[in-house]
């Protein structure tokens, strides 16, 4: 059983290095990995707060403030996720200098392992959400059930993103610091925040090659609209996050020999 | 399938101080198109190298030979510049010891995290971890943070863990004996218990007798090159013989430039010694051991300087002085002008090697020591009846009686 060069031993590392990602993460603080779950939700109750009771903004055609909650947070919940995935993963080659200076594994797994570390973040998430909106009388349909579709390909595109950016880090330590502002002007320009009739004509336009923003869609489609996510844009960025990822998996192996005298 | 490594003319270059665009740029081109870096560091030269099962390879080289960058090659870890490797088997390499070590969690917990290194499952680590604890020694520590560990500690643990792995092809980087003296030996006999059981090892190492023992074949790595392969007793007594010329050399090099007469105040002046040897004293710059030897010294002074001293040492290479004798002057001469001093030694006991004379005139106050004026020399001491074997310090008489009791 061989999968783009990965088989299951390497299956069962890259397991174990998710596991020790997470652990890592929370270790030596006494709620541990609790803090993996606190996070999140500590930041989606100050926005169901702000947005909610003080804000009280509505979307049109809403009867609830809630709604507008709802709709942010099915937005902004995989966004968290999508943060957390590519801030981890950006530095998962950097950040594992005695492993890759000293062992013979596949390094390409630290990538794609700390890309899933995103997981938790939008688990949380969600179930928050579905929480949010049992307790203001919304209906949750059976469209629910085309949820881990949308994640799989989100957490393909982040793979994508992040075997790149971790393999450039390498060489370029800078990008580890200009990444919370990249990914700060994204969600700006990702109608995540505001809805996409909001956004100005230019955005509009570029959001059609934006995978965040069919990302961000699907998941709306399916959560908020009781409906199945669009076809072409779930197609859009599978293909796209297929072939970047694989074309960076080849990079990654082209350059992953020098980082030894780098890192 | 048959287990085997393969070099064929592997070489790797790193580049010095070039620009991380250059790196990356370089990184991304194919092997053939590669540019040469505009500053460089061969660190192994054309390579070739085939292994085969059974196969116990050590490598041995001075500091900077290109061992670590070898081993690193054939990991994966590092891509050569140029050359193909061809590895049949799963490589294990212990380069490091306690990568990943957790300096919160306990002794136990730190063995688990390990197996998840290494891709192991948790029941795998179960299965071997009372073996893994009892070798360690930590007894009740186990279970403590490794924060609480003393470095010694710490290094048993890591060496503990490595011993249950169950290589193919093993790769192991030296310095692998840990802790005291007592742990040094049990984990270097588990090393090469290790080592019978993977089916091809390479092991770097500067104790020439671990690669003795444990290897059938070595190779000799000099500047990246691979200047000898063979047998290791031959090759690493073909080391340390180079070794040991090198190092005198570059000691020679540093002990000849004190060679000279030297005046640091007008009117003194010391000639450069004459060293005579033999029954009838010769004169020669090669002195035989264990025969008689005379220095004879011509020095100038004024005779007014009552507190005047000479002084007269002799040096091995290393800077160690094995002789020395400091006299007044005033008590054996007594007017001003050249005189002609003379030591004798009855027999010379020094051992066949390098030595340097340094004759020194100087004040006596124990303060500060004014130099009148010194003069160094080397002169070297040979032997025609070398014992067999050893290379004693001295060649010190002594009378050998056999009693029957």
Redesign the interface.
């Known amino acids: 059983m061989n999968l783009l060069g990965f088989n299951r031993?390497?299956l069962?590392?890259l397991i174990?290095?998710l596991?020790?990602n997470i652990r890592?993460r929370y270790?030596?603080s006494s709620l541990g990995i609790l803090w993996a779950i606190v996070n999140p939700i500590f930041m989606l109750s100050i926005f169901t707060y702000i947005f909610g009771f003080v804000f009280k903004i509505k979307i049109p055609g809403s009867e609830t403030t809630l709604d507008y909650v709802i709709w942010l947070i099915s937005g902004y919940g995989p966004w968290l996720a999508t943060t957390e995935s590519i801030m981890v993963g950006a530095g998962s080659v950097v950040g594992a200098t005695?492993?890759?200076?000293?062992?013979?594994?596949k390094t390409e797994l630290l990538p794609i392992a700390a890309t899933f570390t995103g997981l938790i973040n939008l688990v949380v998430s969600l179930i928050f959400l579905f929480a949010l909106i049992i307790f203001s009388g919304g209906s949750i349909t059976w469209h629910i059930f085309l949820l881990p579709l949308v994640i799989m390909i989100q957490f393909i595109w982040l793979a994508a993103i992040t075997i790149w950016l971790s393999a450039?880090a390498v060489?370029?330590r800078d990008i580890l610091q200009l990444l919370p502002n990249i990914l700060l002007v994204i969600l700006f320009a990702t109608p995540i925040f505001y809805p996409f009739e909001n956004m100005p004509d230019i955005i509009k336009l570029i959001s059609y090659a934006n995978p965040f923003f069919h990302i961000a869609e699907s998941y709306r489609a399916i959560i908020i609209n009781n409906n199945t996510p669009n076809l072409w844009s779930i197609l859009f960025v599978l293909v796209l996050s297929l072939m970047l990822f694989i074309w960076g998996l080849k990079?990654f192996r082209?350059?992953?020999?020098?980082?030894?005298?780098?890192l | 399938m048959s287990y085997y490594v393969e070099l064929n003319a592997v070489s790797k270059i790193f580049s010095v101080g070039s620009s991380v665009i250059e790196d990356f740029t370089n990184a991304m081109k194919h092997h053939d198109t590669k540019e040469k870096y505009s500053k460089e560091k061969v660190a192994v030269n054309q390579v070739t190298l085939k292994l085969h099962e059974g196969e116990c390879l050590g490598i041995i080289g001075r500091n900077g030979a290109g061992k670590s960058t070898l081993l690193r090659m054939i990991t994966g870890i590092t891509k050569p510049t140029s050359g193909k490797i061809h590895v049949n088997g799963k490589v294990t390499s212990i380069l490091t010891l306690g990568i990943g070590l957790r300096e919160e969690l306990s002794g136990r917990e730190n063995i688990y995290v390990d197996g998840e290194i290494n891709g192991k499952s948790r029941a795998e680590v179960d299965k071997v971890i009372d073996e893994v604890i009892a070798f360690a020694e930590l007894d009740k520590f186990i279970d403590y943070p490794l924060r609480t560990y003393s470095t010694g500690m710490k290094a048993r643990l890591a060496f503990s863990m490595i011993t249950y792995i169950d290589p193919e092809i093993l790769i192991i980087d030296e310095t692998l004996s840990v802790g005291d003296a007592l742990f040094s030996a049990k984990a270097t006999a588990r090393i090469l218990e290790i080592c019978k059981r993977g089916k091809i090892v390479i092991l770097v190492s500067h104790g020439m007798s671990a690669i003795n023992d444990i290897c059938n074949r070595c190779i000799y790595l000099k500047d990246g090159s691979v200047i000898m392969d063979g047998r290791p007793e031959a090759v690493t007594k073909a080391y340390i013989d180079e070794v040991k010329s090198e190092d005198e050399a570059a000691l020679m090099v540093r002990f000849g430039s004190h060679v000279g007469n030297q005046t640091l105040v007008p009117g003194y002046m010391i000639e450069k010694p004459v060293m005579l040897t033999g029954e009838t004293l010769l004169k020669a710059i090669r002195i035989e051991s264990a025969q008689k030897f005379l220095i004879r010294i011509v020095a100038k002074f004024p005779y007014e300087t009552n507190d005047l001293m000479c002084c007269v040492r002799i040096i091995r290479l290393d800077e160690l002085i094995l002789f020395q004798r400091d006299f007044n002057v005033v008590d054996y001469f007594s007017s001003s002008g050249e005189h002609c001093l003379e030591l004798e030694f009855p027999i010379l006991h020094l051992r066949p090697a390098v030595y340097r004379l340094d004759v020194e005139l100087r004040e006596r106050s124990v303060v500060n020591k004014l130099i009148y004026a010194r003069s160094s020399s080397i002169f070297e001491v040979y032997s025609l009846s070398r014992p067999a074997g050893g290379q004693p310090m001295l060649y010190y008489p002594v009378s050998i009686k056999v009693n029957l009791i």
Do not use: C, E, P, Q
């Not at chain 1, 082209?254 to 780098?262: A, C, E, I, N, V």
């Open positions: 031993f390497d069962r590392l174990n290095l596991r020790m890592d270790l030596g005695g492993m890759v200076k000293n062992m013979a594994f450039i060489f370029v990079v082209r350059t992953k020999g020098y980082f030894d005298s780098l």
